[in-house]
């Protein structure tokens, strides 16, 4: 019956359109967008559980001194920097596989990357080389992360050729993503959230030094044991989300003019270091990353010591996460309506006044909880618009030098690598400014010089960088028209370079 269809159909139309066998080739079902889109949640769900626990964590549960806690911060996050260049690096020098080029990185570093997590989470039975432990299993980590995700931001440009197509898989993975985001909040912030350390107010008045002491101890256990099984959640729905990404996607195969000669790592570095769109892109961007991160870094403990909401700040960092979850889709259609750039000044610049706000009134839990919903519209823009315009990047590259290809996965890994580098800075500045504002581990209260620096690292110093990220984006030279100028030129290039080497085998069938 298809068989009769399919002679009648060819018998009275001789030649089908071109174009629209290509834009059919070319699209992409709700189904592989989806399994795609799961691929990003691994790495939101972990970095969120490590972005706003584990400082906390490193402080007051494995008791680490505030100078080794920033030492670990800021060596893995470097550590991740470093290893995201050369991993991008190595993948655009790998060959293609029967399950493409991509797809071979984040399956074989899945299992290793789900260890080193949980152990990242275990806190060992002895103190000399406590340090050491969090030090090697956090950077073992991040380099079993970064083999997973380099590869897989790079995928985004081999699901499809269609620049459509591509915002299209991006918006569904940002919806994910920041879904994994609430996902990673939520498990590891509801978890732990019931196991604190430090007791009740109500409690406090009746408790001798002796009793107040064992209840710490018995508390102390059972949070390490929250924290442990959090992970373990979080470990078995990344190995499920690496699994759905493999099943569900099938990676494009390179025509000929695909790859060019293998370069070196100077040469690959010198490649998109030349590019100005790609330049001021990642400059503008770094700014605004950086400020989210050192807010993401240190809110938990401005929540809890400057705030005062001891029992309520894994319910705050949730709404955040759930406001940014919700708005992805309103942030889609305004950057397809108005243009990515004035959706990135829009979006980022929203958060500012929430900021200032939030240290500016005295404590109270309904504003707290307010400025979390208005915040969290903010964070979904910071997560949408960089991976939503760096495809863009690499396709105003692609037009200006068609003879070089194959290189993609250099100009994600080295976005990656600056974002990573200077959240380590941040991160590891940050966490030694509470050693000087006189931090004291393991304690209920700190001193009034530790909420100052608090609330300076979550305020004043973000929105200076945000302002100074949003400037430098002013000068980023792609707009919506040389971005459609670009997506039909390089589609001209594909399908002259797709008639070429089909031209045969369309004879073939034909005939």
Known sequence: WLLSIKCHTTSNIPLLEPMTLKTQRNRLSVFSKLCYAFGGAPYQITGTALGFFLQIYLLDVAQLDPFYASIILFVGRAWDAITDPTVGFLVSRSRSTRIGRMMPWI????????LTYLLIWYVPPFEEGKVIWYLVFYCLFQSMQTCFHVPYSALTMFISRDQKERDSATAYRMMVEVL?????TAIQGQIIG?????????DAPYSTNSSSVNTTIVSLDQTKQAYLVASGVICIIYVLCAAILFFGVKEQKETGRDKSEPLTFAQGLRLVMCHGPYI????????TSLAFMLLEGNFALFITYALGHRKDFQNILLVIMLSGALTIPWWQWFLTRFGKKKAAYFGISWAVPFMILIVSVKSNLIVSYLVSVAAGVSVAAAFLLPWSMLPDVVDDFKVQNPDIRGHEA??????????????????????????????????????????????VLVSPVPVVLIAVGLLILKTYPIDEERRQGNRKLLQAMFDSETDSESEPSDHGSSV
């Open 410 to 455: 250099l100009f994600y890994s080295f976005y990656v690598f600056f974002i990573k580098f200077a959240s380590g800075v941040s991160l590891g500045i940050s966490t030694l400014s509470l050693k000087f504002a006189g931090y004291v581990t393991g304690e209920c209260s700190q001193p009034e010089a530790v909420s100052m620096t608090l609330k």
């Open 280 to 287: 001021k892109l990642v400059i503008g961007f770094l700014f």
């Open 107 to 114: 399956i074989f570093s899945t299992p290793f990357a789900v």
């Open 194 to 202: 019931g196991n604190s350390n430090c007791p009740t107010e109500s």
């Open 180 to 184: 994994g985001t609430v996902l990673g």
